[in-house]
């Protein structure tokens, strides 16, 4: 049992011991607790058989009128679950000893608790009876009951909700993830595309918002290199529909494939209404790029039909619905799968032919060109790939395919494969040969020239130079197909058919674009063109639109001791802001904030008798921020006089119980703060704490006391959570004094305004304070209870001068460049520990606008040896720090913008050196229908340990046997390399710790 606060979600328990274990959340209210979140796991092969348990992992409770609480009987999951007679079900207010019993038939599907009053209550239940005995009983559950409500209104029925798409296990050859929701119409028995999403692994769990009440069905597809592979289907619902449950498959049909081609098609899993009715089964496939369905019916008792074979070689799409009465059901989600080519023989014929393709242009780069023919299948009305070439070069064309080929209609294509990507260089005409009969296929034929232009930032154009052959008649548009091939989907457009060319919408992300062509009329569509591959460069993220900011002159006036005026340059930026800082060790600390108008204004900044300034001023509006202008420098004239004290602060307590006095005095002269504490407890401790957020967790606590020996102990703590916190062992709390007299416990102390330590939390700025009194067991503080602890209610001023920038000598600074993720750097760790450290701790403050520090807080434990780290970090600007546990100390500055994860730093860093290294994969054994090599990799500690995956899977073509990556020197990598379709895994390690 683990006491958490929200962000340490995800929380890992390590080291369990093979065997079955239940786990489950209570969140702890204002109110009382709530159980959610049940899970049952299995750790390892335990010896043993799973316990027989009650699921309960769905249970919800409903509180109707009058308290009566409803909850639904679960299942029994484990074992054998049959047998069981009765529910045993127990429950009682928390603090209770006694349970209140009640027996449930096993029959009933849910359970109304008596009218119970308001408070905590925890349940648990079993099943009892057969010759399994009972069950053991369900976790304590815990529950709430409100105050008695009595309702004279119907609640408002919700009209929306939401649903969230989970993938649970990652599928390594998947480039990304389809997310598809359609919704049933109950007028025409039809599902209807509601939603589709493009999402990444990292993506999930996916949330779809304000969803209309209703019935849905989610489906997910894998986008590999292969197409769509559909991972799984189920059925939602949203809200209380007004019409029934519709009759959907819930799951995807089966495929079974056989050798020669021969494909068995499995039914799906009905849900919904009355699934009796049926009486037969309807299953329909067809080619991918064909319009026409098979169909084929068997008896409802038959649920898989197999299709007469041999089928021929590519994708394919099937799906299956029941066939009954009064209605059918819808057809389950189409099931996506593909076929090898099947051997090629010489047609019964003396008609044999070679075909033979030239290269009609010569592009700079190329790695290889690919040579790709299609023949078109009259029986099922489409083109089909029937041979490829690739791993040509230049010099091989042109070139003659050997295999035979017989009568029928072909085109080839030729693409070229360059380190950007794939692009097209020319496209075949549709060619007869030997003796055909009937009519040639309507396709769409490019008649030379560039097909596909770039202009801008990807505006992505296309020249529709097509041709239809004589016979095709009766067209009257254009319909334009392109897709990402990241992600499979794709996109139409139509125009006219006398059009010359269309310029697609909006910006095109960077990446390898697929795009075709087909004619369509009235009733009537072609055959596609020849596919079209073009790679678009990532676009560059714009510059900032503000430009660095300038003084007028003259730029400062009217200095005097506590305040100077500053001139502002006009501006037409509307609703915009200048910002002035302090630049003091090229660190911004903030001075003022004063709106950017249209004339040049004076403005009157505060300022510090005494010193000198070098003030700066930048451009903002929204997000977007300008550089710094130049600086100035202002002198101010010290105080003729002393300035008085700032006012002391004061709290106390009111009401039963002890009672507690606080006071504190700021001391400019010695930036110190006087802290006195008075109790009425006198034989306890009494505690002041220090806080940026209100309450315990990240506070700097002092506790005083008198312990057994009579001695006063002043203890400088520090609370990571809301448990004891622990002490600080490198204290910097002076003068502490502890007396008792007459009953009353006085402790007094003196805290630094700027204090140091990793572990304090320094006092300049707005604070939350708060106090607790508490008993002294064994000289060791015990816990305070929700009575003797306090809290001002909201932040206080403590006046503390402003930090003087330090004269010590800077610690060395460690590089950094940006992490994986919103908000994260990956910062450098030293090579060794010159102290012979174990540990690297590191550790974060932020810097506030007005130039003081927030707290420290620990971000990681990192052995020595681990040369890099991801910290996570969030907008702002940030002081890091990287102590050893043997005393070497490291640091960075750190700037995160809220836009992106850019980076800058105060002082100069040099981005780590990379080199290049290739990989030679011609020796590796493959199979044939491999696509694409996917590699990815890590680094290893000197100890052996492997860390995290130190960049993206990178893909490249499987014909390029020679892939070259960049990877930082001074380290030991591991090496990943996957051979896709077929998950084959090779992993090496490269050794680059020796070089500099």
Same mark, same amino acid.
């Given at each position: ?79 054998? !679950? ?105 007028? #025409? ?9 493009? %999402? ?25 290199? /292969? ?7 189920? %059925? ?87 066939? !009954?009465?009064? *209605? ?13 080519? %099947? ?80 692009? /097209? ?21 490019? *008649? ?16 529709? #130079? ?56 009235? !009733? ?72 950017? #108008? ?46 008085? %004290? ?85 204290? *910097? ?79 060395? *600074? ?89 980076? #800058? ?92």
């Amino acid at each position: 049992r683990h006491s958490l606060q929200f962000r340490e979600f995800p929380y890992r328990v390590n080291n369990l011991p093979s065997g079955y274990y239940r786990t489950w959340i209570d969140t702890v209210l204002p109110t009382g607790t709530r159980s959610s979140n049940f899970e049952s796991v299995q750790i390892g092969s335990p010896s043993f058989n799973p316990p027989i348990t009650p699921d309960i992992g769905g249970l919800n409770f409903t509180v109707t009128d009058n308290n009566a609480l409803s909850i639904p009987i679960p299942s029994v999951s484990g074992g054998d !679950g049959q047998g069981f007679s009765v529910w045993d079900v127990q429950w009682r207010r928390v603090g209770a000893i006694e349970w209140t019993v009640q027996l449930v038939p096993i029959t009933e599907t849910s359970f109304i608790f008596p009218q119970l009053p308001a408070g905590s209550y925890e349940l648990r239940l079993r099943a009892i009876g057969g010759p399994l005995g009972r069950t053991v009983f369900s976790p304590l559950i815990k529950f709430v009951a409100p105050p008695m409500i009595i309702r004279t209104t119907p609640p408002p029925t919700p009209t929306t909700g939401f649903l969230v798409v989970e993938v649970l296990s990652e599928i390594p050859s998947a480039f990304s993830y389809v997310v598809a929701v359609e919704r049933y119409d109950p007028e #025409t028995n039809t599902a209807v595309t509601y939603a589709q999403e493009s %999402l990444q692994f990292g993506d999930f769990p996916y949330t779809f918002q304000d969803v209309p009440v209703g019935y849905y069905r989610v489906v997910v597809n894998a986008v590999t290199a /292969t197409g769509l592979s559909p991972i799984f289907s189920s %059925l939602a619902r949203i809200g209380n529909p007004s019409y029934v449950q519709p009759v959907i498959p819930e799951t995807l049909p089966t495929i079974q494939g056989a050798p020669g081609n021969i494909v068995t098609i499995g039914a799906p899993r009905i849900s919904g209404g009355d699934s009796q009715s049926f009486n037969s089964w309807q299953f329909q496939w067809r080619p991918i790029g064909s319009s026409v369905w098979q169909t084929a019916t068997t008896p409802v008792s038959s649920p898989s039909y197999t299709i007469p074979g041999p089928l021929a070689g590519g994708p394919y799409v099937a799906r299956v619905r029941a066939i !009954g009465d009064p *209605q059918n059901s819808l057809f389950s989600w189409p099931y996506t799968f593909h076929l090898p080519n %099947l051997p090629t023989t010489p047609p019964p014929t003396d008609e044999i032919y070679s075909l033979r393709y030239d290269l009609t242009q010569v592009l700079p780069g190329a790695l290889e060109y690919v040579v790709t023919v299609e023949r078109f299948n009259s029986t099922l009305q489409q083109m089909e790939t029937v041979a490829t070439k690739t791993g040509l070069q230049a010099g091989d064309f042109p070139y003659t395919f050997p295999q035979p080929f017989g009568p029928g209609y072909y085109r080839g294509r030729v693409d070229a494969v360059l380190d950007s990507g794939v692009r /097209t260089v020319s496209f075949g005409q549709l060619s007869r040969v030997g003796t055909v009969s009937g009519a040639p296929p309507c396709i769409p034929v490019w *008649q030379g020239g560039s097909p596909v232009s770039v202009t801008g930032r990807n505006v992505l154009t296309i020249n529709l #130079t097509l041709e239809l052959p004589p016979p095709c008649t009766n067209y009257s548009r254009w319909e334009v197909q392109w897709r990402p091939v990241t992600t499979g989907v794709w996109e139409t457009q139509t125009v006219p058919i006398g059009s010359s060319q269309i310029t697609l919408p909006g910006e095109q992300d960077g990446g390898r674009y697929d795009v075709r062509v087909r004619a369509v009329g009235e !009733g009537i569509r072609s055959l596609f063109s020849s596919m079209l591959s073009i790679s678009l460069p990532v676009l560059p993220t714009p510059p900032p639109s503000l430009p660095q900011p300038a003084w007028p002159s003259p730029a400062v006036t009217n200095v005097q001791s506590q305040s100077a005026e500053l001139r502002l340059p006009a501006t037409t930026v509307t609703g915009s802001v200048y910002n002035v800082f302090n630049i003091v060790n090229l660190v911004p600390q903030f001075v003022a904030s004063f709106p950017a #108008t249209s004339s040049v204004t004076f403005r009157r900044v505060p300022l510090i008798p005494g010193r000198t300034y070098q003030l700066a001023f930048r451009h903002r509006r929204g997000q977007v921020t300008s550089t710094f202008s130049d600086t100035r420098t202002v002198t101010t004239p010290p105080l003729s006089t002393t300035p008085p %004290l700032p006012a002391p602060g004061e709290f106390r307590t009111t009401g039963d119980g002890a009672q507690l006095t606080a006071r504190w005095q700021v001391n400019p002269a010695s930036r110190t703060v006087d802290v006195t504490l008075s109790s009425s407890l006198s034989n306890g401790y009494v505690a002041f704490g220090v806080s940026e957020t209100p309450g315990m967790p990240n506070s700097d606590i002092i506790v005083g006391f008198v312990d057994s020996n009579g001695n006063g102990q002043v203890q400088d703590r520090y609370a990571d959570g809301r448990s004891l916190p622990s002490l600080d062992q490198s204290s *910097q709390v002076t003068n502490g004094i502890v007396s008792r007299q007459n009953g009353v416990l006085s402790v007094s102390f003196t805290l630094p305004c700027h204090s140091t330590d990793s572990r304090d939390v320094p006092l300049a700025g707005q604070r939350h304070l708060i106090f607790a009194t508490g008993a002294v067991n064994d000289n060791d503080i015990t816990y305070h209870g929700f009575t003797q602890r306090w809290q001002i209610p909201s932040a206080v001023s403590i006046q503390c001068p402003v930090s003087e920038p330090t004269t010590s000598a800077p610690i060395p *600074q460690l590089p950094f460049r940006a992490g994986p993720g919103q908000g994260q750097i990956r910062i450098g760790l030293p090579r060794t520990s010159p102290s012979g450290s174990s540990n690297w701790i590191i550790t974060s403050r932020r810097l506030n606008d007005d130039g003081s520090f927030g707290a420290w807080r620990r971000l990681a434990v990192v052995p020595v040896g681990i040369r890099s780290q991801t910290l996570t970090l969030g907008e702002g600007r940030h002081s890091i720090q990287v102590v050893g546990d043997g005393g070497d100390r490291y640091g960075s500055m750190v700037t995160i913008s809220p836009v992106n994860t850019a980076i #800058t730093t105060a002082s100069a860093t040099t981005a780590p050196r990379q080199l290049e290294v290739t990989i030679d994969l011609s020796t590796t054994t493959a199979r044939s229908d491999n696509t694409a090599w996917v590699i990815r990799g890590r680094r290893v500690s000197r100890d052996g340990q492997l860390g995290v995956w130190d960049f993206e899977p990178q893909v490249f073509p499987f014909s390029n046997k020679y892939p070259t990556l960049r990877l930082e020197p001074g380290h030991v990598w591991q090496i990943q390399v996957q051979a896709l379709p077929e998950q084959l895994n090779i992993t090496q390690r490269i050794d680059l710790s020796t070089i500099g």
